[in-house]
């Protein structure tokens, strides 16, 4: 157990975990909803981009219109200066987009800390690497959407680190321009990357989700107020404010960061664009590769549960309890007394014994650790003889 | 009476008693407290409580990890809701259930283990013997 995390560090998050606990109890512990606080964020944020999306307009002019410029840019300042709420409404997605980076970080550096990303939990980690960086180039062209001069550097900065890349270069800088050069077309495909992309991330949450029995991805209504107070909070002291509106024929050079999303627009401007495709790559390489057997000492191989074929009813109660969607049940085969019988995914199955707990039959066993030698042991112990 | 055993049945990642432990899974300080290691108190079995209590044990502790930071997920809220009779299969009526703790503590937590378990060890050896298997208590 714990073997390749720092002791100090995992002690030092079950002490905190604990001092949380007797505070306000463990029912309503942020610590054991991590991984449900982004995807509050998430809701938060389909809901308020609906909201937007009804009043934004993808263009950066419009040739009916010519009198009055209406465009992406004066759209989203006129839902923040004279739609009612609606600086609220932007502000909410704005924050609520750093307030997810922010909780999908934490849960993978709890779950690294605590040891649990690894062995037969490597899909969620690596479904998760790739969720995140769906979720920062979701955040990144939310940014492109304003079309203020921060939008016009990223989006050349972005075509310029497309067209740095061999083979494929060309073509992605076409279809992230949706053409050859910045027209109306390429902020409807901006519009549609956000949507499309954020739409992509339920399939990704599917296979993220897809092997734990009853994940938690709801936290209790006290904590979802209290993320939603939070944001409020942040929302109102720093009111959202656009830049000057982008014109296609200046160049501007420098604009505010947002840390949360356009970190690598920081690196791209510090090193040439070749050393900046490596250190993205390599670094998303480098996490996938954390969970990669020979880099942790595992304290003993996993050995799945086995089930007893003379003993299992195919009362399902394993399969209930599994909490990694480990057993199935399946007919039984023809002259069986019962219908149905549990069979083990070996892959998927975690070594924990829970199955073993839910048997009432003694039908299913760890290979290293029969419950029949446990039953023996205690046995033993409570008939022994004090010395 | 007093020597009568009480068994812990305790999740390997609950809290460290190892170092308050002797070869044979004995806690070196409380006299006649066993230890017999899991890999997730999950794993516990009703049947072995019932067996221990069957052999003789006064008592039988039930160690988890906090309630909500289980490593496989849910392995102590399934045992916790087995002895509380809300999930099946859970422990047998005759099963005198003053004679069971159950302490979700986290891998720290190893003065709390001992102090609760000295109480609780006081606590099931001056309770009446139970009564002989042919006199069951009336079904409840």
């Keep these: 157990m714990y073997t390749s995390i720092p002791k100090g560090l995992t002690d030092l998050t079950l002490a905190i975990e604990k001092g949380t606990n007797a505070v306000i109890s463990n029912r309503y512990n942020p610590f054991y909803y991590h991984g449900a606080l982004p995807q509050f964020y998430l809701w938060v944020l389909f809901l308020s981009g609906l909201l937007l999306f009804a009043y934004y307009i993808p263009t950066i002019d419009n040739a009916y219109f010519s009198a009055n410029l209406v465009n992406a840019w004066t759209s989203v300042d006129y839902i923040t200066g004279k739609l009612p709420m609606g600086a609220v409404v932007r502000g909410v997605h704005r924050y609520a987009g750093d307030a997810m980076v922010i909780t999908i970080v934490l849960h993978a550096l709890r779950v690294w800390v605590t040891d649990r990303y690894r062995q037969y939990r490597w ?23 304003v079309w203020d001069e921060r939008s016009l ?37 901006f519009l549609f990357i956000h949507i499309g992309l954020s739409f992509t991330l339920l399939f990704g949450l599917w296979v993220h989700y897809v092997r734990m029995t009853r994940p938690v991805i709801t936290p209790p209504p006290a904590i979802n107020y209290m993320l939603m107070a939070v944001l409020l909070l942040v929302v109102f002291a720093y009111p959202i404010t656009s830049g000057k509106m982008a014109d296609i024929n200046s160049a501007p050079t420098s604009f505010d960061i947002d840390w949360f999303f356009l ?45 007893v074929l003379t003993k299992c009813v195919g009362c399902s109660l394993c399969a209930n309890d599994c909490p990694y969607q480990a057993i199935e049940m399946v007919p039984a085969p023809a002259g069986s007394r019962f219908k149905l019988l549990a069979t083990v995914k070996p892959y998927r199955c975690s070594g924990c014994g829970v199955c073993v707990g839910a048997c009432a039959f003694d039908a299913i066993d760890l290979p290293n650790l029969l419950d029949s030698d446990v039953t023996a042991q205690i046995r033993a112990m409570a008939e022994a003889k004090p010395n | 009476m007093s020597e009568q055993k009480v068994i812990t049945l305790i999740c390997e990642r609950a809290c460290d008693l190892d170092s308050v432990c002797n070869e044979q899974g004995e806690v070196k300080e409380v006299d006649g407290l066993h230890v017999v290691k899991l890999p997730c108190s999950g794993m516990i079995q009703p049947l072995m409580i019932e067996a221990a209590m069957k052999a003789g044990a006064a008592g039988v502790i039930v160690t988890g990890c906090q309630i909500g930071d289980c490593y496989y997920r849910e392995g102590n809220r399934m045992i916790r809701e087995r002895l509380l009779g809300q999930r099946p299969p859970g422990l047998k009526k005759t099963v005198d259930r003053q004679r069971v703790l159950a302490l979700w503590l986290s891998r720290p937590q190893k003065d709390r283990f001992l102090s609760e378990a000295k109480e609780f060890v006081a606590f099931v050896r001056q309770l009446p013997a139970p009564p002989p298997p042919a006199a069951k208590p009336a079904a409840k």
Excluded: H
Aim: charged letters at 10%; glycine letters at 8%; hydrophobic letters at 55%.
């Design chain 1, 153 to 189: 550097v990223l989006t050349r900065m972005t075509v310029s680190a497309c067209e740095a890349l061999p083979i494929i270069g060309p073509g992605l800088k076409a279809w992230f321009l949706n053409g050859s050069a910045i027209t109306n077309l390429t902020l409807s495909n």
């Design chain 1, 263 to 307: 970190f690598p627009y920081w690196l791209m401007a510090k090193v040439d664009l070749t050393t900046y495709w490596v250190l993205m790559i390599g670094a998303t390489v480098g996490l996938c590769l954390v969970p990669l057997p020979s880099l942790y000492k595992a304290a003993a191989p996993i050995e799945a549960a086995e089930v």
């Design chain 1, 123 to 145: 899909v969620q980690w690596i479904s998760g690497i790739v969720l995140l960086l769906m979720v920062l180039f979701i955040g990144q062209t939310g940014y492109y959407l």
